[in-house]
């Protein structure tokens, strides 16, 4: 009795052939879309090129002019800003210098000002201290 199902050799030489035959197929295809693009396709591209083009350049005027508008509106929020930080810096500095003690300083041109005088010692807390409880003994002692 013969078999009619495929063996495991027959398989794999038609496995084999059929890969070949996808590899020349494809090798024929290049050839031809090279072929059709040095004779015929100038005819069929050039027209898709200049549409292209045209489309192009318009898109780039609707989204040139967008953002003019966008880049104009950005230096307008940037200068109001700059505007309102001026403003309240210098608000700040009046506010400020309204707070602060009025300090009148004159100095001759050429000399430095006078050293300040120097206050008197004060007496240490401690001595401070012991000072008032001699004062208490020394009343104590006078009442008696």
Known sequence: MVSILPTRRTRARDASMLARECWLASLGAAALATTW???DARRFVSPLVREGAGIEARTL?????????????ANRLIDRTR???VTTAATLARTAAGAAPRVHVSVAAGRAPAPRAKAPKRASAKRAHATERGVRKTRKTRAR
């Open 37 to 39: 693009a040095r004779n």
């Open 61 to 73: 005027r609707a989204i040139g002019s967008r953002m003019q508008r966008s880049v104009d509106r």
């Open 83 to 85: 505007s309102t930080v």
